[in-house]
């Protein structure tokens, strides 16, 4: 969170920065609030076995088991290899940033070599195991997440974890028309 107001001096047509007011809340959904949960939750449950994506060339259950996969690294980190010094220094430094920011993935971004899903999954096991990441992450709550050491991020704040998760959520969910 931080603030800044804009103030026009009366006698000047100067403005000067004081402090601005903005949350995170206002930006992104959270993630770890009960009906936020139950909107991605919706959403999932609207897809169907042969919802065609609107861009890119994941079929269906191969997205939801992709975004299965950022919610293994917290939950199941045994299925995925930590990345090294070097791979860490280079994610934390200038993939955190975007991945954590306000800021939506474009259409067609690349993916991260440990997301990719080849083959195909169950559809109705893949749906079953990111409804219940995303029941498990909202009933955790935000102060399980703050502070909490992220895969290949460092330790992360909770409104970060939010935001990770959300934009994960709502670009493939989008690419799926749901």
């Known amino acids: 969170m931080f603030l800044r107001f804009l103030k026009k001096d ?49 079929m269906v259950d191969q997205m939801l088991a992709h975004c299965c996969v ?28 975007k991945v954590v920011s306000e800021k939506a993935y474009p259409r067609d971004s690349p993916t991260a070599p440990q997301f990719m899903v080849v ?22 709550g935000a102060e399980a997440f703050d502070g909490k050491e992220s895969f290949s991020f460092g330790k992360l704040k909770s409104h970060e974890w939010s935001n990770m998760f959300a934009k994960h959520l709502n670009h493939h969910l989008s690419q799926f028309g749901v």
Do not use: C
Not at 30 to 44: D, L
Not at 75 to 97: D, S
């Open 10 to 58: 009366i006698n000047s047509s100067e403005k000067t920065n004081i402090f601005v007011f903005r949350t995170i809340k206002e930006i992104m959904e959270n993630v770890f609030e009960a009906q936020v949960a139950q909107n991605y939750i919706n959403r999932i449950n609207n897809l169907i076995e042969d919802t065609h994506g609107i861009w890119g060339k994941m």
């Open 70 to 97: 950022s919610y293994e690294m917290v939950y199941e980190p045994e299925k995925h290899k930590k990345p090294g010094t070097i791979a860490k220094f280079i994610l934390k430094n200038f993939v955190k940033p």
């Open 119 to 140: 083959g195909r999954r169950d559809f109705e096991e893949e749906k079953k195991r990111l409804i219940g990441f995303i029941q498990k992450t909202q009933q955790l």
